[in-house]
């Protein structure tokens, strides 16, 4: 089981900055995938960036070079760096962990946090 806490969320106007964090409960280098997802209300959940056990990154072109994953091995925590937001960005922010197969002490499965709220004005 891994527990995932979000903070960072928080009202801000467009073109400006945010970093939200994601504290796991394991070691996040042992995760093999972990991403940040938003929903939006009435759209569905998305993802917004990804990041490998090995480190490799990808992100959908709406966020591409506004957003950076990221993560510190020794605080178990995962960050997205938000830049130059868009109210559109504005929506419900999810750290997800998956676990495709066990590592070490992590067992399989898709563990989710309880989401923080990004609102951007314009």
């Known amino acids: 089981q891994v527990q995932l806490v979000e903070s960072g969320g928080g009202l801000v106007q467009a073109g400006g900055s945010l970093r939200l964090s994601c504290a796991a409960s394991?070691?996040?280098?042992?995760?093999?995938?972990m991403g940040w997802y938003r929903q939006a209300p009435g759209k569905q959940r998305e993802l917004v960036a990804g990041?490998?056990?090995?480190?490799?990154?990808n992100y959908p072109d709406s966020v591409k070079g506004r957003f950076t994953i990221s993560r510190d091995s020794g605080k178990n925590t995962m960050y997205l760096q938000m830049n130059s937001l868009k109210p559109d960005d504005t929506a419900v922010y999810y750290c997800?962990?998956?676990?495709?197969?066990?590592?070490?002490?992590?067992?399989?499965?898709?563990?989710w946090g309880q989401g923080t709220q990004v609102t951007v004005s314009s």
């Open positions: 997800n962990a998956d676990q495709k197969f066990p590592v070490l002490r992590i067992p399989a499965g898709n563990y």
């Open positions: 394991e070691n996040i280098f042992n995760i093999n995938y």
């Open positions: 990041i490998t056990r090995g480190g490799s990154t």
